[in-house]
C-alpha cells in the first residue's frame, strides 16, 4: 500500500509505473536490450584502438544516455491515492491523562510537553491543516474538543482510547473524514481493547494513524500497586496493613515504608526489594490513636533516579469512630479465677460487653453485665430471637446437661447460620462427644478413657504431668497473629511473650482437627504426635470458633506487675475477633477499595431480619455527605436476583471522605435504631492507575494502527507524518496520476552523462 510520497524507486517496487503513451513497461525492456546491442555495434570497431574494459565504459556510458532519453520521451507516470486539499477531514486525539505528565523524555521533558512541542512549536498541526480541516480533542476517560494547547491539563485519573475514538466517530460521523491522529503513551487502563474499534475504523477505510509518546519500559521506579487493611477497627485494635510494591531497577534495595497520620508518623519498616518486575507485600501493624474516621498517608521513600514519584503515595481511610459494643454471652460453670479475671480484663473497653451467667450453686445463677432485668432471667436463650442478638458464646466449665439438645442445636446455628464466634475454656465435658458442640470446636473431643495414662486425670491429680507449670510455645502462625500480638515490633513481641509466667495445667480435649490452626501449644507433652494445643481457631460455617486448654491465664495478669496490660490485651483481641465476624443486621459493602474523582461508586445494603435472614420487604434510603458536607438522599432498589441485597450508585467529584447512612424501614416496623440505621465511609484519593504500567505500549498503537489500515509512529519519526497520511488510501481518496519524466534529478543524470562520454572520448582521442 502506498503511503508515502511516490518516486521512482517506490514506483518499481509497487509496479505502478506506467508510460502515458501507452507502451507496456515489456515493449520498453525490449527498446532498451535494442539500443544496447544498436551501441555494442558501433563500438566493434573504433578509429583508435581500446581496450575492452575502456570499450565496456562507453559502451555502458553510451547506451545509459540513450535509455535515459527514450525513458523521458515515453512520458513515465505513477498512478496513486491522494486527499484532495481541505475537502477531508482529520480528527487529532491527545491523550491528556495523568501519565502525560510523566518526566521519561530526553532532557527529563514530560511527554505532554513533547507533544506540545511537536504539534505547536514546531508546526506538525500546522502542516496537517494545509491538507486536511483539522479537529482536534483531549482525552482521558472521558474526551472534548480543544482549541489549543491550553486546553490540555495532564489531569484525567483513567485512560480510554475506545471511549475517545467511540466519541470522536459519532461527532464527526456526518464529516468526510479522511483519518484519525491518536497520540498517546498508550497506557490504556479501561477494560475494552480499543483495536476492535480501530478494526471498525479500517473497514470503512478510515486508517488511524498512532504516535507513541515514553519510553517502552520505565527504567527506575518504584511503585505501589495494592494496600489492604482493615476498613473498620476497633477501639485499641491492632491491624496489619498490607502493601504491594512493584519495581524496575532496585533489585536489593532496601527502602523505607511509612504510615503518617497527617504530619505525625504513627508506623515504618525498612523493606528489601526482590526481583524486579515481581509485586512482592509487605505488612506494617497500626492501632489507630483516636475515635473517629482517620485518612492515613502510606509513603514509600523516594530513592535516587526514580522517574515517577506520584505512585510512591497512597491514602486509605479507617474507620476508628465510636461503635456500639459487640456483645459476648459468656456462661460459667463456677466460681473459678479465670472467670473473675476475664470480666476484668473486658472492663473499660467500650467495644465490648460481657453478659455473664454464672452458676454459683445448685440451681442458682448470677447475672452481670445485663442491660436489662429481663435479661438471661431464665438462663441460656431458647429461641434465636434472642440468641441472635450476642455475636459470641463463651463457655467455661459448663456441663452438657445445663444445656437441652434444642439450645445445643441452636448454638450451632448460632455460628454456622448468624456468623457468630463460640469459644470454650477451661475442662471440656466428656459428654459434649457426640453434641454439635464437638462439631464447632477446633480440637476433636476424646473421651479420658482413649487417652494415654500420663495425659489422665490432667490437674486433678496433683504432680500428675498435665498439671505442672510450663511456659506455652507461640507457633508460627501465633507469633504473627493478631490475635495474640502483645507488640507491633517482631521482637518487642517475642520479649513481651518471654516475660510472661508460667501457666498452671492442660486440658487434654484431643487432636487439633484439619484446617484449624494452633496459635499457642505446650512446649513438652503431645498427643498422637502432636504438641498439645492450648489456643486453636478455625472457621465453621459463616462463623468461628476458638479453644482454651487451660484456666490459669489469669496467672498472666496476677503475676505480673499491676501496670501490666498483657492479659487485658489477649483477652479482649481474642473476643474481638470472636465477634467481628458476626454480621449486623445491615451491612453496606462498597465495589472497590478506593475510589477516585469521577468513579462510580456502586453502594450493596444487605438487610436481615430478625432471625437474621434476608429481608426482601424492606425500604431503603441512602443518605450522602460528600467532603463539601452537602447533604443527599437516594433511594435504595431491592435486586430481584439477590435476597436482602438493595443497591444505588452515584459518581463522587471531590477528593475526601464520603460519609453515608442506611435507613431502613423493615415491614416489622421496628424501631430500634440498631436495626434500622447503619453508617459507612470511604474516601476519594488521588490515583494510582495512571502511574502503574505506566511505561509505553507501542504494542497496542500498533495493533490499532495495523487493523485500520494506518501506521504507527514513535517520537523519533513523527516528522513523517503528514507525508504519510496525504498519500494513505482513505475513502475519500482520489486517484492521481503524476509525471516522472520532468524530476530535475533525471536531467542532472543526464547531463552528467553526456559529460563523462565527452571527456572520456577526448581522453582516448576518439571521434
Not at 571 to 585: D, N
Request: net charge negative.
Amino acid at each position: 500500500m502506498q503511503s508515502v510520497e511516490p518516486n521512482l524507486f517506490t514506483a518499481l517496487a509497487e509496479g505502478n509505473l506506467t508510460f502515458a503513451y501507452g507502451i507496456s513497461p515489456l515493449w520498453f525492456a525490449l527498446l532498451v536490450v535494442l539500443i544496447i546491442a544498436a551501441v555494442w555495434l558501433t563500438y566493434l570497431k573504433t578509429t583508435r584502438p581500446l581496450t575492452k574494459a575502456w570499450k565496456t565504459f562507453f559502451i555502458t556510458v553510451r547506451s545509459a544516455v540513450l535509455v535515459l532519453l527514450l525513458f523521458c520521451l515515453l512520458r513515465p507516470v505513477v498512478t496513486t491515492t491522494q486527499i484532495s486539499p481541505q475537502e477531508t477531514y482529520l480528527g487529532v486525539l491527545i491523550d491528556d491523562s495523568q501519565s502525560m505528565s510523566i518526566a521519561d523524555m530526553p532532557g527529563e521533558r514530560s511527554r505532554e510537553s513533547l507533544v506540545e512541542q511537536a504539534l505547536f512549536a514546531d508546526g506538525l498541526l500546522e502542516e496537517l491543516g494545509e491538507s486536511f480541516q483539522i479537529r482536534s480533542f483531549r482525552f482521558d476517560s472521558s474526551t472534548q474538543r480543544i482549541a489549543d494547547l491550553n486546553d490540555l491539563a495532564q489531569e484525567g485519573t483513567a485512560s480510554s482510547i475506545d471511549q475517545a475514538l467511540a466519541y470522536v466517530d459519532d461527532q464527526l460521523r456526518s464529516l468526510p473524514l479522511g483519518g484519525l491522529v491518536v497520540i498517546s503513551d498508550g497506557a490504556d487502563n479501561s477494560a475494552i481493547d480499543p483495536a476492535i474499534r480501530a478494526q471498525d475504523f479500517g473497514n470503512r477505510e478510515i486508517p488511524l494513524f498512532t504516535v507513541g509518546i515514553g519510553q517502552e519500559e520505565i527504567p527506575q521506579d518504584i511503585g505501589i500497586m495494592d494496600v489492604s487493611s482493615a476498613k473498620t477497627v476497633l477501639e485499641g485494635s491492632v491491624f496489619n496493613v498490607q502493601v504491594a510494591l512493584n519495581h524496575r531497577g532496585y533489585e536489593g534495595q532496601e527502602v523505607q515504608l511509612s504510615i503518617m497520620d497527617g504530619d505525625t508518623q504513627v508506623a515504618s519498616d525498612v523493606v528489601t526489594l526482590g526481583a524486579e518486575g515481581v509485586t512482592r507485600r509487605f505488612e506494617l501493624e497500626l492501632t489507630p490513636e483516636r475515635p473517629e474516621l482517620i485518612v492515613y498517608d502510606l509513603q514509600v521513600e523516594l530513592q535516587p533516579g526514580e522517574i515517577i514519584p506520584e505512585n510512591n503515595a497512597y491514602s486509605f481511610l479507617v474507620d476508628n469512630t465510636a461503635k456500639a459494643p459487640l456483645d459476648v454471652l459468656y456462661i460459667e460453670g463456677h466460681p473459678r479465677n479465670e472467670y473473675k479475671f476475664i470480666r476484668r480484663a473486658v472492663q473499660g473497653d467500650n467495644s465490648l460487653r460481657l453478659a455473664t451467667y454464672l452458676q454459683t450453686g445448685p440451681e442458682k445463677f448470677y447475672r452481670q453485665g445485663i442491660e436489662s432485668p429481663t435479661e438471661l432471667s431464665s438462663g441460656f436463650p431458647r429461641d434465636k430471637e434472642t440468641l441472635y442478638q450476642y455475636e459470641a458464646i463463651m463457655l467455661g466449665d459448663i456441663e452438657e446437661s445445663f444445656f437441652t439438645p434444642e439450645q445445643l442445636q441452636l448454638i450451632e446455628d448460632f455460628v454456622a447460620e448468624r456468623g457468630g464466634g463460640l469459644l470454650v475454656g477451661g475442662m471440656v465435658d466428656e459428654d459434649f462427644i457426640d453434641t454439635p458442640i464437638a462439631d464447632i470446636l477446633p480440637v476433636t473431643l476424646v473421651a479420658e478413657n482413649f487417652l494415654p495414662g500420663h495425659l489422665r486425670g490432667g490437674i486433678r491429680r496433683g504432680t500428675h504431668p498435665t498439671g505442672e507449670l510450663f511456659f506455652p510455645r507461640l507457633t508460627r502462625n501465633g507469633e504473627f497473629s493478631p490475635l495474640l500480638r502483645l507488640s507491633g515490633d517482631d521482637a518487642a513481641n517475642r520479649a513481651a511473650w518471654g516475660a510472661l509466667p508460667e501457666l498452671q495445667g492442660v486440658y487434654v480435649n484431643g487432636r487439633i482437627k484439619p484446617g484449624a490452626t494452633v496459635l499457642l501449644e505446650h512446649p513438652l507433652l503431645q498427643y498422637q504426635n502432636q504438641p498439645l494445643p492450648i489456643i486453636a481457631s478455625q472457621r465453621f460455617g459463616s462463623g468461628r470458633s476458638m479453644s482454651i486448654a487451660t484456666a490459669s491465664t489469669w496467672r498472666w495478669q496476677m503475676m505480673m506487675p499491676y501496670e501490666d496490660q498483657s492479659h487485658e490485651t489477649l483477652w479482649r483481641q481474642m473476643l474481638r475477633w470472636l465477634t467481628v465476624s458476626a454480621p449486623e443486621r445491615i451491612t453496606i459493602n462498597f465495589d472497590r477499595e478506593f475510589y477516585n474523582v469521577g468513579d462510580e461508586v456502586n453502594v450493596t445494603a444487605t438487610v436481615l431480619n430478625e432471625e437474621y435472614e434476608p429481608d426482601n420487604d424492606a425500604t431503603l434510603w441512602m443518605q450522602t455527605v460528600n467532603p463539601l458536607d452537602q447533604v443527599t438522599d437516594t433511594p435504595m432498589e431491592w435486586d430481584i436476583t439477590e435476597d436482602g441485597v438493595y443497591r444505588s450508585n452515584f459518581t463522587v467529584q471531590d477528593e475526601g471522605v464520603f460519609s453515608l447512612l442506611v435507613d431502613v424501614a423493615s415491614a416489622a416496623g421496628e424501631a430500634n435504631p440498631d436495626s434500622t440505621e447503619k453508617t459507612a465511609a470511604f474516601v476519594v484519593t488521588p490515583s494510582l492507575r495512571e502511574y502503574t504500567n505506566a511505561a509505553m505500549d507501542a504494542g497496542l498503537l500498533s495493533r490499532m494502527a495495523d487493523a485500520s489500515g494506518g501506521r504507527y509512529f514513535n517520537w523519533q519519526n513523527v516528522a513523517d507524518l503528514p507525508d504519510t497520511i496525504q498519500y494513505t488510501p482513505n475513502a475519500y481518496s482520489t486517484e492521481e496520476q503524476i509525471d516522472l519524466w520532468d524530476r530535475p534529478w533525471l536531467l542532472a543524470l543526464l547531463i552528467a552523462l553526456l559529460c563523462m562520454d565527452w571527456i572520456a572520448r577526448r581522453m582516448k582521442g576518439l571521434s
